[in-house]
């Protein structure tokens, strides 16, 4: 009967899917935020009626549906769209990142937050949902300079991240005297041993999939890669996320005999985001929002300033017009995983501070959960009516 359930809940959710899909389009609500509260409210912090697969966050399908998205972000990363964009995209999202990371941390420490707790904050806000930006921008079917500067921005966003967060977890670790450059160097490996598994597991890839098709590659091919790439970068300790970015930039520029390198990936992506989000939902422990304090609520406040003044600061230095920076670190609003992993990482290290550190990313990461993908729709929106003029001047 266990089995049965499962099925038949996998029927309706799929079949819900499409129903939220439909309803956020006449509704203008990212279908990323309806499927997150179709989960909490089928799951265990309303009704509780999921099947226990599905009413939390399993890392492995988590692990799994993430490196899929970063695989996708990586093939974004077209050779001609880094020569026409390149340079925007990582000053921008170098910009977002520090200015997120001294802005939260410097903030919360001139109202009287104890430092190490201000650093670690301030890392975690740089971190970025590649899962829920990048379904808003599919979502609105825009694949204009805007769009494709946020897909690319998101694609290595997390590599500043990482970066900034081991150098303020170091720079925590020395305050309160436990410190070593045994955890920068850590951080240093995640992003650098990411890349070189990209590169890896890409290079072969580019050469050897699509042969049995010519073309393309199959679904197993694709599959394969992904699998392949999450497994090792889980087991050597890497960040995945990057791994699968890289492997899928590697894959879109080396491969030439490729008509549609992700065309088969982008079939399956679908059905496991869609579950993704749904678990995602089920998980959150609305509980935790009486756990956020004022610290929490000027920790978010300070990160929605510091996404503007970032894509504002980033924007100027780029050539982008001042409001087009604005409306790009509205977009990077978004914050899930990757900021609850960083909590428990900094929860390790730190013990003395871990309760705080936990209850204030969680809760706040509901929060952005929910409102990050409406941001990014509503960022979209507003740049597509600047595109027009925009347009005229640049023919």
């Known amino acids: 009967m266990d089995e049965a359930f499962l099925l038949v809940a996998l029927g309706v959710l799929f079949l819900a899917g499409l129903a939220l899909d439909?309803?956020?389009?006449?509704?203008?609500?990212?279908?990323?935020t309806l499927l997150i509260l179709?989960?909490?409210?089928?799951?265990?912090?309303?009704?509780?009626?999921?099947?226990?697969?599905?009413?939390?966050?399993?890392?492995?399908?988590?692990?799994?549906?993430?490196?899929?998205?970063?695989?996708?972000?990586g093939g974004s990363l077209r050779r001609k769209t880094l020569a026409a964009h390149g340079?925007?995209?990582?000053?921008?999202?170098?910009?977002?990142?520090?200015?997120?990371?001294?802005?939260?941390?410097g903030g919360l420490a001139l109202l009287g937050v104890p430092a190490v707790l201000a650093l670690i904050l301030g890392g975690i806000s740089a971190a970025t949902a590649p899962a829920?930006?990048?379904?808003?921008?599919?979502?609105?079917?825009?694949?204009?300079?805007?769009?494709?500067?946020?897909?690319?921005?998101?694609?290595?966003?997390?590599?500043?991240?990482?970066?900034?967060?081991?150098?303020?977890?170091?720079?925590?670790?020395?305050?309160?005297?436990?410190?070593?450059?045994?955890?920068?160097?850590?951080?240093?490996?995640?992003?650098?041993?990411?890349?070189?598994?990209?590169l890896a597991i890409g290079v072969p890839a580019a050469y050897l999939t699509g042969?049995?098709?010519?073309?393309?590659?199959?679904?197993?091919?694709?599959?394969?890669?992904?699998?392949?790439?999450?497994?090792?970068?889980?087991?050597?300790?890497?960040?995945?996320?990057?791994?699968?970015?890289?492997?899928g930039a590697v894959i879109v520029n080396l491969a030439r005999h490729h008509d549609q390198p992700f065309h088969e990936i982008e079939r399956i992506e679908w059905p496991f985001i869609l579950l993704f989000f749904v678990m995602a939902g089920a998980s959150l422990d609305v509980g935790m929002l009486d756990q956020i304090g004022w610290i929490g609520l000027v920790y978010v406040g300070l990160r929605i300033a510091a996404r503007m003044l970032g894509g504002i600061a980033g924007g100027w230095m780029s050539g982008l017009p001042r409001r087009e920076g604005a409306l790009t670190g509205i977009a990077l609003?978004?914050?899930?995983?990757?900021?609850?992993?960083?909590?428990?990482?900094?929860?390790?290290?730190?013990?003395?501070?871990?309760?705080?550190?936990?209850?204030?990313?969680?809760?706040?990461?509901?929060?952005?959960?929910?409102?990050?993908?409406?941001?990014?729709?509503?960022?979209?929106?507003?740049?597509?009516?600047?595109?027009?003029?925009?347009?005229g001047g640049l023919a």
């Open 22 to 32: 439909a309803f956020g389009r006449r509704v203008h609500v990212p279908r990323a």
């Open 38 to 73: 179709l989960g909490a409210v089928l799951g265990p912090p309303m009704l509780d009626i999921l099947p226990a697969p599905l009413a939390s966050a399993d890392d492995l399908y988590a692990n799994a549906a993430l490196t899929m998205v970063a695989f996708l972000l």
């Open 87 to 105: 340079r925007e995209i990582v000053i921008v999202s170098a910009a977002v990142a520090s200015v997120s990371v001294a802005l939260v941390a």
């Open 132 to 198: 829920a930006t990048r379904d808003v921008v599919r979502q609105s079917g825009r694949t204009d300079r805007f769009a494709t500067n946020i897909l690319g921005i998101v694609a290595i966003d997390d590599a500043w991240g990482l970066i900034a967060f081991s150098a303020v977890l170091t720079l925590a670790g020395v305050i309160v005297g436990n410190g070593t450059g045994a955890t920068l160097l850590h951080g240093l490996w995640e992003v650098g041993g990411a890349v070189l598994l990209g």
């Open 211 to 247: 042969r049995l098709k010519p073309g393309e590659p199959t679904l197993l091919e694709a599959v394969g890669v992904v699998m392949l790439c999450a497994g090792l970068a889980i087991y050597l300790e890497v960040s995945f996320l990057l791994a699968g970015m890289a492997c």
């Open 333 to 391: 609003m978004p914050q899930a995983g990757v900021a609850i992993g960083m909590a428990l990482v900094a929860s390790e290290r730190l013990p003395a501070f871990g309760d705080r550190i936990l209850a204030i990313t969680i809760a706040s990461t509901i929060v952005f959960e929910i409102i990050g993908p409406i941001a990014t729709q509503a960022a979209l929106a507003n740049a597509e009516r600047e595109d027009e003029p925009a347009a």
